[in-house]
């Protein structure tokens, strides 16, 4: 093949592999209470970062956080599911967005209770709170995954 053909079929091939920028947004089922407005603020909060986002109201969220494994202590108002995590909570987009790139070995991040200064517990900065982004797995285990504000 001569040099120019072998050039273009290159070039054919690179165009042809999808960028990150071309794949699809990531989908969230999330799962939360019908009364529950803040979980509808953090909704709104994934869908302006890129996230198709699906809801289901639920009764409790307790069987669900249950089946998943999340520990009690991260525990709170919504959970959602998105490429094979679990998210917990108020947890960021950008950390979501993190997790998905960087794939650990965990079974999901969560925000634990409801910290003011959260996604979707924004407070125009007044009475704003420090928080972590918490990880864990399956056994129970939890760490800090991240800090905010940063």
Same mark, same amino acid.
């Given at each position: 093949?001569? #040099?120019?053909?072998?050039?273009?079929?290159?070039?054919? #091939?690179?165009?042809?592999?999808?960028?990150?920028?071309?794949?699809?947004?990531?989908?969230?089922?999330?799962?939360?209470?019908?009364?529950?407005?803040?979980?509808?603020?953090?909704?709104?909060?994934? +869908?302006?970062?890129?996230?198709?986002?699906?809801?289901?109201?639920?009764?409790?969220?307790?069987?669900?956080?249950?089946?998943?494994?999340?520990?009690?202590?991260? &525990?709170?108002?919504?959970?959602?599911?998105?490429?094979?995590?679990?998210?917990?909570?108020?947890?960021?987009?950008?950390?979501?967005? +993190?997790? #998905?790139?960087? +794939? !650990? &070995?965990?079974?999901?991040?969560?925000? !634990?209770?409801? !910290?003011?200064?959260?996604?979707?517990?924004?407070?125009?900065?007044?009475?704003?709170?420090?928080?972590?982004?918490?990880?864990?797995? +399956?056994?129970? &285990?939890?760490?800090?995954?991240?800090?905010?504000? &940063?």
């Amino acid at each position: 093949m001569p #040099l120019t053909m072998r050039w273009a079929f290159v070039a054919l #091939l690179i165009a042809a592999v999808p960028t990150a920028a071309q794949q699809p947004p990531a989908a969230v089922d999330v799962y939360k209470t019908p009364t529950c407005g803040c979980c509808s603020k953090w909704v709104a909060h994934m +869908r302006a970062n890129g996230f198709t986002v699906k809801t289901t109201d639920v009764e409790s969220t307790g069987p669900i956080q249950g089946r998943h494994a999340v520990p009690t202590e991260v &525990r709170s108002c919504h959970t959602a599911l998105v490429g094979g995590y679990v998210l917990e909570g108020h947890v960021p987009a950008a950390e979501v967005k +993190r997790l #998905l790139k960087e +794939r !650990p &070995r965990i079974a999901g991040i969560a925000v !634990p209770g409801m !910290p003011a200064g959260s996604p979707g517990m924004e407070m125009d900065g007044v009475n704003a709170q420090p928080y972590h982004v918490m990880s864990f797995d +399956r056994t129970g &285990r939890v760490n800090v995954f991240a800090t905010y504000p &940063r």
